[in-house]
Nanobody
Framework: QLQLVESGGDSVKPGGSLTLSCAASKLNLEIYAIGWFRQAPGKEREGISFIDSTATLTTYSDSVRGRFFVSKDNAEGRAYLQMNSLKPEDTAMYYC?????????????????WGQGTQVTVSS
């Protein structure tokens, strides 16, 4: 059964950094675009970082642009989200998702597979 497993979530202080990892089993990441989404309690799911299947195109939400960086290692079967200058408002459950398509996938409806999430808490 195909799986995406996120890891790397933690509790950090404002201004800190974390790197989230998304490991894909039974999935050839070379043909999948990856998206990172997050959801805070009481809020809607938010798409924050996206990378295409070839790992040459990326885009970010306004809320994280310049602080978060998405990458993808097709050979390793992993995607990453480097998060810098973390703020309390970044506190959320973070999910990776995979979409079988060319180019970037922005809408959650584009995605075929989702991980279970990893919690990030930013607090002093």
């Amino acid at each position: 059964q195909l799986q995406l497993v996120e890891s790397g979530g933690d509790s950090v202080k404002p201004g800190g950094s974390l790197t989230l990892s998304c490991a894909a089993s039974k999935l050839n990441l070379e043909i999948y675009a990856i998206g990172w989404f997050r959801q805070a309690p009481g809020k809607e799911r938010e798409g924050i970082s996206f990378i295409d299947s070839t790992a040459t195109l990326t885009t970010y939400s306004d809320s994280v642009r310049g602080r978060f960086f998405v990458s993808k290692d097709n050979a390793e079967g992993r995607a990453y989200l480097q998060m810098n200058s973390l703020k309390p408002e970044d506190t959320a459950m973070y999910y990776c998702a995979a979409a079988s398509r060319l180019g970037l996938a922005i809408s959650p409806r584009d995605y075929d597979y989702w991980g279970q999430g990893t919690q990030v808490t930013v607090s002093s």
